[in-house]
């Protein structure tokens, strides 16, 4: 049996997809939710909540695969910058090793129903403008249980919560390191569910051995590294100055 270390791991994450593939899983991307009925089909999706600038190990390893994956990515994240630099940089070479990006909306700027949808079609256009690329999706971080009731119709966009749009995906997290019931390990060994959404945070699964907390701690120190960095490199009054002065 696999033990938690090796399952959380690039590694281990790399030995997952293989498994769906020897399995016979066909991955498609939330574009493409509605081809190749007649194929076993994982919907690999990817929010990315924090982990920007760490998530193209993921990216290289599906396309090392052949695999194309959907990443949902976050405008109003506390963590980045979407718009930064260094940070649509990487967005630009998710899109270059042949995957989708999706919109990760947060719910909380949203007073009714009405706002959320204006809002969502805006946080759209302005991903597709930027990156010259179409959104056909969006999930939302932490949901609330109105979202939860699956039912939100948003125009020309799929959501991740609806029940009838989703249908007949079977849906999987690996949110912190847990999985509901079985885990996507299992089922693909199974073939329990013809069709899977699978959701993987991309932070869970590169740093192997440490705990949520020191995950958290890694993940936030990445995010303050990058920025350390954009700054040593692009501020002449630092010219003088090192990572170590800044990072602890």
Not at 68 to 89: G, P, V, W
Not at 132 to 156: C, M, R, W, Y
Not at 216 to 238: C, G, P
């Amino acid at each position: 049996m696999t033990n938690r270390k090796e399952e959380f791991s690039l590694v281990g994450f790399e030995k997952l997809l293989q498994n769906a593939q020897s399995q016979s899983y066909h991955f498609v991307t939330f574009s493409q939710k509605d081809q190749f009925k007649d194929k076993k089909r994982i919907l690999l999706r990817h929010d990315i909540d924090n982990e920007l600038c760490q998530c193209l190990p993921l990216a290289q390893a599906e396309a090392k695969l052949g695999i194309k994956a959907t990443y949902f990515i976050m405008l109003r994240s506390s963590a980045y910058n979407l718009l930064s630099l260094e940070n649509r940089q990487i967005v630009l070479e998710l899109l270059k090793l042949g995957h989708e990006i999706a919109l990760h909306f947060q719910e909380k700027i949203a007073a009714s129903p009405d706002i959320m949808l204006q809002n969502i079609q805006n946080e759209v256009t302005v991903l597709e403008n930027e990156f010259n690329t179409k959104v056909s999706a969006v999930s939302f971080h932490q949901p609330s249980p109105f979202v939860l009731e699956g039912h939100l119709l948003i125009p020309q966009l799929i959501n991740t919560y609806n029940k009838e749009q989703m249908a007949p995906y079977h849906y999987l997290s690996d949110s912190n390191q847990e999985w509901r019931n079985n885990s996507a390990q299992q089922i693909i060994a199974d073939s329990s569910h013809k069709d899977l959404q699978i959701l993987l945070h991309p932070m869970w699964w590169l740093h192997p051995g440490k705990n949520i907390k020191q995950i958290w701690q890694e993940t936030l120190r990445q995010n303050n590294k990058q920025t350390v960095q954009h700054w040593l490199h692009h501020e002449r009054t630092l010219q003088d100055a090192k990572e170590e002065d800044f990072l602890s």
